[in-house]
């Protein structure tokens, strides 16, 4: 949580998946989300302080995908489908 994502390690990435070496996984008890694991970028869902970030990231946007729904007459909402998957995931990370 305190590591900077380095310009290598985007590029990196960025080579695995067009080059077809990218490997991804389910992540922990989440249903719907695969994750490429990244040397010294991997989440550890046993850690207390990052599920709560995580929490807090989701419910957060969560609270932003309602707003594009509620303000300025809906012109900015995203597809009902966007706050069901957020719905889930907040759900999922409180089951941890």
Known sequence: MDKKVQKED????????VED??????????????IMEW?????????????????NAMKSRLSAVEGF???NEGYDAL?????D???????EVESI
Do not use: C, H, M
């Open 10 to 17: 985007t590029l990196g990435i960025l080579e695995a998946v």
């Open 21 to 34: 070496r990218a490997s991804f996984k389910q992540w922990g008890p989440f249903e719907d989300i695969e």
């Open 39 to 55: 040397d010294g970028f991997v989440p550890d869902l046993s850690d207390k302080s990052y599920l709560e970030a995580l929490e």
């Open 69 to 71: 729904r509620d303000d």
């Open 79 to 83: 597809p009902e489908e966007a706050l």
């Open 85 to 91: 998957a957020l719905k889930k995931i907040v759900d």
